[in-house]
């Protein structure tokens, strides 16, 4: 791999080492972090633990409630914990703890006690790990108030996202799409946050306004590209962060071009994309030239079965057809 790029495990430990180095407060934990474990079952806390000792990077018992229960306790405590779920699916085991405590305790104290923890998670189908281990649920979440859910597409996204999650008062969540783990991209600037709540127009356009995150920003990219060869201008955003959600990106884009396709893994029903299109039309009805199109998966448990797994995933050819659909 060349000096000029990194992959998102590498990214993400070099913003867990910075943020480290720079603040002696900052702790990581979870299942199998410490390098007597290997860093994690991919690795990306590797090295920590060697550089900052066991007692800022410790490797836990295979107890979802209680890594996020101390994660809480040691944030209120004056520490700013990192805490890793090992996977998105596991972290329904600690909804308890997320959702009634982390998420709310500022509220519940008038404001006294801020609860400033990052849950790192990764998760995504593709792998064969089937319907307990692949699922998207960052509706669940971004449903919460109190949390932040931030979902990064690159490595350099994903280096500047974390280090803004690990300084804010407040409890985010971290998702980590195993799909772009090993796809290398370049090297973000050291130190460089990238705020909370803020989307990324990664290509402008005319026709049509395409939004979405994680993996399936690098095929809604492919599929512009595609398209501009026939002379159609797709404008692409990269939202990064799903709550607070970047909606005055959304309704610019939305506005010049008339049309919208959202784009997300996650099962179509209830989902991100469900909020989206109900937020460009409660804005811009009259004004769109097409209705809001939906990319997601079906309805259903992530399959085990590969050919079942792919045909589950949605990708450029299901992201072509939205675009062609509201173009025509």
């Not at 934990?29 to 920590?48: I, M, P, Q, S, W």
């Not at 959702?99 to 990764?122: C, D, E, Y």
């Not at 090993?182 to 460089?192: A, D, K």
């Amino acid at each position: 791999m060349s000096a000029q790029k990194i992959n998102l495990i590498q990214a993400v430990n070099m913003a867990m080492d910075d943020a480290m180095a720079r603040d002696e407060n900052v702790i990581v934990f979870g299942e199998d972090v410490a390098d007597r474990e290997e860093g994690g079952v991919v690795g990306v806390t590797k090295g920590l633990s060697t550089k900052y000792g066991d007692a800022r990077v410790r490797s836990t018992p295979i107890a979802e409630q209680a890594i996020i229960g101390a994660a809480i306790g040691a944030a209120l405590a004056g520490m700013k914990p990192v805490a890793e779920i090992m996977l998105m699916n596991f972290t329904t085991v600690a909804m308890d703890m997320i959702v009634n405590h982390a998420a709310k305790l500022r509220f519940m104290s008038g404001g006294q006690t801020g609860v400033p923890i990052t849950i790192r998670t990764m998760t995504g189908a593709g792998f064969s790990t089937g319907g307990q281990h692949s699922d998207f649920l960052e509706a669940w979440f971004a449903h919460t108030a109190g949390l932040k859910v931030v979902v990064p597409s690159s490595p350099a996204d994903a280096y500047g996202l974390l280090l803004s999650c690990i300084d804010d008062p407040d409890p985010c969540l971290f998702v980590e799409t195993i799909a772009n783990y090993w796809t290398p991209g370049p090297v973000p600037e050291r130190g460089v946050r990238i705020p909370l709540g803020k989307a990324n127009v990664l290509r402008e356009g005319k026709d049509v306004t395409v939004i979405g995150y994680g993996r399936q920003v690098g095929d809604i990219l492919q599929v512009a590209e595609a398209l501009a060869q026939e002379g159609k201008s797709v404008e692409v955003i990269d939202l990064r962060t799903i709550s607070p959600l970047d909606t005055a990106t959304i309704l610019a884009s939305v506005e010049r071009t008339g049309r919208a396709v959202v784009v997300h893994e996650a099962v179509k029903p209830f989902g991100v994309g469900a909020e989206i299109a109900a937020s460009i039309q409660e804005a811009l009805f009259g004004r769109l030239k097409a209705p809001v199109k939906r990319v997601a998966a079906p309805f259903c448990p992530v399959p085990f079965s590969k050919p079942l797994e792919t045909a589950f995933i949605p990708g450029k050819s299901e992201i072509e057809a939205a675009v062609r659909a509201v173009l025509g």
